[in-house]
């Protein structure tokens, strides 16, 4: 009873959930069926559903038929996605014209950047170009994103040479994720090609983006926006290594992250700091309507701080798990608008209906599985985990309120989160509760001051002090959570979780769960309770 009355409170994650399920049958029978037959099957089951509609038929078969229509309009939109990921590949050089959308990246041969290209049969999609080391004054490695080539190449197919280096990651180094489908990742990323930029065959030259989508253009200009600010965090007063934090931590640029400063991350539990995330943009966010003061409820203000949330989404690169919390901020503001102030279940499958519907590739994508799954377990357990305490006794206790409120919510995000960490990276982290206690507050403060920093642009003393203080904090943190790395049994390394193991944990989740709610049936009489202290 009580799931049917939270799903009748929130029935996108119904639809959310028939898109998925219609989008999985898209994949999994691509190679049988075409877009032109899911296209007729989905009109056919749209006339039905009208018709039902119009009758006296049962609610419950008009819901069913409903349903399939969702299913059936999944699986023509992965289809479609499918076929527009599929090229024709030719044996001679044809001319290009593209963007510089990623950074160089130095390999053991060549140099590796991401190209958008902007005219041709390729045109609106990425491919990755190599070019060996060597003297030319052109060489790719002093090209920033933005910048324009033109010139002649072959295009290769992408998935033969993904099948032969799938074990490497997108950094070129080895990847130790037990499932990870390097395939599926570049459809997700839309690489479709790759090519050799041989010396003399191309050159700079201004390109016309009149073939990318309006987002494209947005994205490369507020890229291009991100390069001169990480420009001018190189100027300032930060080590190396608390550069490579601050970087990755404010502005999603992970290049400079060393392997060992990674691995202290992910053992202590504690690399989704370093993944932009609903955490920075929240900090951002409250940073922002902070500022605003008085005028939070005024409508060119909230107007401002939506901007602002997808100015800055755009510029670190759009990852899903930074489009899933700007459109969850952007429906709470509204919300805020209309004086409702609260988040439920229909905020995060809004999130996830657009995005599937906008890429049903994003599916697959590991961040953005972990970002749903971390909302979701905070928006399922955490009101459940909390009924053990007195809010009475919470709201007379700040302090205790805030140690609670990091452990509930740490925990909820890690139910969730937890399986799919192990199922992937074959790691579970033992003292992530700890790690939080040391990481969230440390990366505030950071992020905050980064932002002071770059306000005071024009007091040159100024700001060099706070990139002092930005970067003493960025080093307290890699060294705690260092510390945290090295205590025994850190973590548990190894596992092995089959597709079946999986869900089956899962299962588990979802009858904790089901106790919890429970045991909240019990306790609350009991709200007056006074916890021994």
Avoid at 49 to 71: D, E, H, K
Avoid at 233 to 256: F, H, P, W
Avoid at 402 to 414: D, E, G, K, P, R
Avoid at 416 to 438: E, Q
């Amino acid at each position: 009873m009580y799931m049917n009355s939270t799903l009748q409170l929130n029935p996108l994650v119904r639809v959310v959930a028939m898109l998925i399920l219609g989008i999985a049958l898209g994949d999994v029978l691509a190679d049988v069926v075409g877009v032109r037959i899911w296209l007729g099957i989905f009109v056919v089951a749209v006339a039905a559903a009208f018709v039902a509609y119009n009758t006296n038929v049962r609610p419950m078969v008009q819901s069913l038929m409903l349903f399939g229509c969702i299913i059936i309009g999944g699986a023509l939109r992965m289809s479609m996605s499918v076929e527009r990921s599929h090229f024709y590949f030719i044996q001679t050089s044809e001319p290009f014209s593209a963007v510089v959308s990623s950074m160089p990246i130095e390999r053991t041969k060549t140099l590796r950047c991401e190209l958008t290209i902007a005219d041709g049969r390729f045109a609106g999609h990425r491919v990755y170009a190599y070019l060996p080391k060597g003297k030319d004054a052109n060489n790719i490695s002093a090209l920033s994103i933005g910048d324009g080539i033109v010139g002649y190449t072959q295009f290769l197919d992408i998935d033969d040479y993904s099948s032969q280096h799938g074990a490497y990651n997108k950094g070129g180094a080895y990847n130790i994720a037990t499932h990870f489908d390097y395939q599926r990742w570049l459809k997700v990323h839309d690489i479709v090609a790759r090519c050799f930029l041989r010396d003399g065959a191309w050159q700079r030259d201004v390109v016309q983006l009149d073939n990318l989508s309006g987002v494209q253009r947005v994205q490369l200009r507020c890229m291009t926006l991100r390069e001169k600010l990480l420009k001018r965090y190189r100027e300032l007063a930060i080590s190396n290594e608390a550069y490579g934090v601050v970087a990755a931590m404010t502005l999603g640029d992970k290049s400079s992250l060393t392997a060992e400063l990674r691995e202290s991350f992910s053992v202590s539990g504690a690399s989704h700091v370093l993944a932009l995330s609903g955490l920075h943009l929240g900090i951002l966010y409250a940073l922002l309507v902070m500022f605003l003061g008085r005028r939070r409820h005024n409508i060119l203000m909230l107007a401002f701080v939506i901007i602002a949330v997808w100015g800055y989404t755009a510029m670190v690169g759009m990852p899903f798990s930074l489009l899933r919390s700007a459109f969850m901020l952007t429906l709470f503001t509204l919300a805020q608008m209309l004086q409702r102030n609260n988040v439920s279940l229909n905020y995060l499958a809004f999130a996830a209906l657009v995005l599937l519907l906008a890429s049903p590739w994003s599916l697959w994508d590991v961040g953005f599985q972990m970002s749903f799954l971390a909302v979701l377990g905070i928006l399922l357990f955490n009101d459940r985990l909390r009924v053990f305490v007195s809010h009475k006794y919470l709201e007379t206790h700040p302090l205790v309120n805030w140690c609670f409120s990091m452990i509930v919510v740490s925990l909820s995000a890690q139910l969730m989160v937890a399986p799919l960490v192990a199922y992937y990276f074959g790691r579970f982290s033992c003292y992530f509760l700890l790690s939080n206690f040391i990481a969230i507050p440390l990366a505030t403060v950071l992020i905050y001051l980064s932002v002071v920093m770059y306000a005071l642009f024009f007091v040159p003393c100024l700001q060099g002090l706070v990139a002092i203080a930005v970067g003493w904090i960025a080093k307290a943190l890699t060294l705690s959570l260092a510390w945290v790395s090295s205590l025994p049994a850190a973590s548990v390394d190894g596992i092995e979780l089959s597709n079946v193991q999986l869900w089956l944990v899962y299962l588990v989740v979802a009858v904790v769960y089901a106790l919890l709610f429970y045991l909240e049936k019990i306790y609350k009489p009991f709200d007056n309770f006074r916890p021994r202290v």
